[in-house]
């Protein structure tokens, strides 16, 4: 190879690396927190290179649904609308991207808290925990249910509350935050001591939450 052949090579190669090097590149992308109540603000925070172009769309949960399913244009007023937002980092090179979603609940509404069970000798255990990093101290019980069809108790913030199988709502825990850690014990009936093949995986709660 030639001086002339070397040169252009080596000038090739550095040219590469610094168009690596100076590549649109999105580093970090996050909102905090990434759910609100109403029309409470969120924080948006990133790290790019390049210009970057921000932008933003609300998904209408009516039309989480098929086309076709006739049910799709009735919205469920527990669902939160979600913000989809998108960071694109442009410059010399192809663009890089980042998606981060702010999910945006009503100032009360109702959800499922569930949680996968265990048997503990002859009563039913299911645990879990709610990340208080996506679920701030905004997020209050106003009350709460058995929704397993039995009778069970819920351990939360430092209590317990007996909880009847018929659905009815205790306001024993309002006030307390939604996130931290929760344990349901139910205990078994003689159908499932008899026949362990009748236990439910898991057992579950609702929630009334409110947003303070």
């Known amino acids: 190879m030639t ?23 999105v580093y970090s992308f996050a909102i905090s ?21 921000l932008s933003a769309r609300v998904e209408d949960p009516r039309f989480d649904g098929p086309a076709e399913d006739d049910d799709a244009d009735e919205a469920d007023p527990t ?12 410059g010399h090179g192809p663009d890089d991207q980042r998606h981060a ?13 569930e949680f996968p069970s265990t048997l503990e000798g002859n009563t039913l255990a299911a645990c879990g925990r709610i990340d208080p990093t996506e679920w701030d101290s905004h997020f209050t019980i106003s009350e709460l249910a058995s929704a397993s069809d039995r009778a069970l108790s819920a351990q939360h913030a ?10 009815s709502y205790s306001k024993a825990l309002a006030g307390s935050p939604l996130a931290g850690d929760w344990k349901f014990v139910s205990e078994l009936s ?5 026949d362990r093949s009748k236990l439910p995986t898991s057992l579950q709660i609702s929630v009334t939450v409110v947003c303070r």
């Open 158 to 167: 430092g209590a317990s509350v007996a909880l009847e199988g018929n659905g």
């Open 79 to 90: 669902a939160p609308d979600r913000v989809v937002f998108l960071l694109v980092a442009r």
């Open 3 to 25: 001086s002339r052949h070397l040169c252009l090579a080596c000038s090739l190669v550095v040219s590469s690396l610094f168009a690596l090097a100076c590549a649109p590149k």
């Open 190 to 194: 003689p159908t499932e001591v008899a």
């Open 33 to 53: 927190p990434p759910n609100v109540c109403g029309d409470e603000f969120a924080r948006v925070t990133w790290q790019a290179r390049g210009e970057s172009i």
């Open 101 to 113: 979603e702010l999910r945006r609940f009503p100032f009360q509404y109702r959800r499922i808290v």
